[in-house]
């Protein structure tokens, strides 16, 4: 089978792990205008948090059931008590205290675990390749591909179909147009948090069968998200998804062509998008 | 009803609003005159809390109000239609309404869609969908299933035509009908003397003016000096 093939679908699933990191942080910039430094280290603390219940307990399952959730209380923490203080204050505080965070998540990552990484096993489950005829493929990316697909519409749902998501749509246009309706922007702000926390966490999770838990790994990941944010169109949850998906096959599909320059051409994608549409793939004035 | 008194309000260091003081009474429609850059927007944004007055307080049924935040103030029953409307783009006229819509408010859905019929026919159309007239009706529809027992009406008329002015009017007299007081900034100085029981001037920050009805119709030499564009 076509090597290509293999990467696409490579690619879509790396994507769509980049979408769920991506996709609060835009959020949370779209409606809060607030620049978080520290979503990196929720993914982060994420995969650490995924690999400590399966050392614990044995269970992948457990762990996946667990750790995001326990990320969201993390997050909605961080931004009732430390976060919220910053929304009026510029940018440049903010960048301040979530990188201050971000580097105090790491450490304490550090502290717990070590300084190396640490592998996290596929569930036994979900050992092994499918193979249809000249088809072979891990069955644990599979699983990613399906499961965060069907997370992905579950969410889309929520956001289109229910009183909260409209409350958050509305949010990502004009907050204050919101609190004059009597709805209060604060408590949605700490939900938006919560879930953004728990969409890397679980992002972190998914993530750590297949290249471990690493201390390191949230700079990176909050480059991408970046990027994502970037391309996709501040605030836009398909945007988001197209942003991700994107990133995630050209760095794929490049890691076979030209792998030393894989990673750059993410950049260069994202360059070629604000070139033609500034504003990003969905986003709007 | 509402009771500001002797509000001062900034933008930063540039102090706007020079110990404002107006009331407005259960189910009076009251206006708020004055020329571009009176105030007027301000004093509006001062009573819902968008902008913090630093000196003077406001009352609303009798508690104070001012310095809590902007969703309390909704709460407490005051809706802001501004002046820019504010119709979120991306969303439904039925969602603009849902996220607003109170089970307390005496404007449901259906009162609204009977006395709105144009927003009936395009509930499934997107904000964005909407000309001027359709935005500033869901607006004013969308404060109203808010629940306010005091609508705020920043220029509500601003930029329609002659027709929509008319029927806005029509709107607005409803709205008092339904036991509602309005606080009403407009330009078109014929539509405020139709509407409103009672009339302030803002000029530079200070009320210079309040008279009856009655009293500003015969003021001409008041609305000749604080109205008249120069
Ligand atoms: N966000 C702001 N920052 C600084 N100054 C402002 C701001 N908004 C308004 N102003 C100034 O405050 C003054 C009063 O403005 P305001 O919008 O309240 O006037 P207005 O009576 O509503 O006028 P208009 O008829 O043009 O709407 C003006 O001089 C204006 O330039
Ligand atoms: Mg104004």
């Avoid at chain 1, 959730?69 to 919220?84: D, I, Q, V």
């Avoid at chain 1, 300084?115 to 990613?144: C, D, W």
Wanted: net charge neutral.
């Amino acid at each position: 089978m076509s090597l290509y093939l293999i990467q696409l679908i490579n690619g879509l699933g790396i994507g769509m792990i980049y979408f769920m990191i991506s996709v609060g942080l835009s959020i949370i910039f779209g409606t809060m205008n607030f620049v978080n430094f520290a979503h990196g280290a929720f993914y982060l603390l994420g995969a650490y948090l995924c690999y400590a219940v399966v050392a614990a307990t044995g269970s992948f399952w457990l762990a996946l059931a667990v750790a995001p959730p326990a990320m969201a209380l993390t997050g909605w923490f961080a931004e009732r008590y430390l976060l919220s203080r910053l929304y009026h204050a510029p940018h440049q505080y903010q960048i301040l205290v979530t990188l201050g965070l971000a580097l105090v998540i790491q450490e304490g990552v550090m502290l717990v675990w070590g300084a190396i990484g640490q592998n996290v096993a596929t569930p036994v489950l979900l050992q092994g390749v499918v193979v249809f005829g000249s088809f072979v493929y891990p069955k644990y990316r599979l699983f990613v591909i399906g499961f965060t697909a069907l997370l992905t519409f579950v969410l889309w749902l929520a956001l289109e179909r229910t009183r909260y998501g409209a409350i958050l749509r509305a949010g990502t246009e004009s907050t204050e147009m919101v609190a004059l309706l009597g709805i209060d922007i604060f408590r949605m702000f700490s939900f938006t948090f919560a879930l953004g926390a728990y969409l890397a966490g679980l992002a972190g999770g998914l993530t750590a069968p297949i290249s471990g838990a690493d201390p390191f790994m949230g700079p990176g990941a909050l480059s991408v998200a970046f990027v994502v944010v970037v391309i996709g169109g501040i605030g836009s949850f398909s945007g988001a998804l197209a942003g991700g998906l994107l990133i995630g096959v050209v760095q794929s599909e490049m890691s076979s062509l030209w792998s030393e320059g894989a990673n750059i051409m993410i950049y260069v994608a994202m360059a070629l998008v604000i070139l033609v549409r500034p504003r990003g793939l969905l986003g709007r004035a | 009803m509402l009771r500001v008194d002797g509000i001062h309000s900034y933008y930063g260091k540039s102090h706007i609003l020079h110990g404002v003081s107006l009331e407005v009474n259960k189910g009076e429609v009251v206006s708020l005159l004055g020329r571009n850059g009176a105030g007027k927007t301000t004093t509006m944004k001062s009573i819902v809390g968008i902008v913090v007055p630093r000196e003077g307080s406001i009352l609303f049924d009798g508690t104070t109000i001012s310095g809590i935040e902007t969703h309390k103030v909704a709460q407490r029953g005051i809706a802001f239609v501004p002046e820019h409307r504010g119709i979120f783009q991306l969303l439904s006229v039925e969602e603009n309404l849902a996220i607003a819509a109170r089970r307390d408010s005496i404007w449901g859905l259906s009162e609204v869609f009977a006395n709105f019929p144009r927003l009936k026919e395009r509930r499934h159309n997107r904000g964005s969908d909407l000309s001027g007239g359709e935005q500033q009706m869901l607006a004013i529809a969308r404060a109203l299933v808010n629940g306010p027992k005091l609508l705020l009406l920043d220029e509500p008329t601003e930029g329609l035509a002659p027709v929509i002015v008319d029927e806005v009017v029509q709107v607005i007299a409803a709205v008092r009908q339904s036991g509602i007081a309005v606080l009403l900034v407009e330009q078109n100085i014929k539509v405020c003397m139709n509407l409103a029981d009672r009339h302030y001037i803002l000029e530079q920050g200070n009320i210079v003016y309040s008279g009856s009805r009655d009293e500003f119709c015969t003021a001409d030499q008041v609305r000749e000096r604080y109205l008249t564009l120069n």
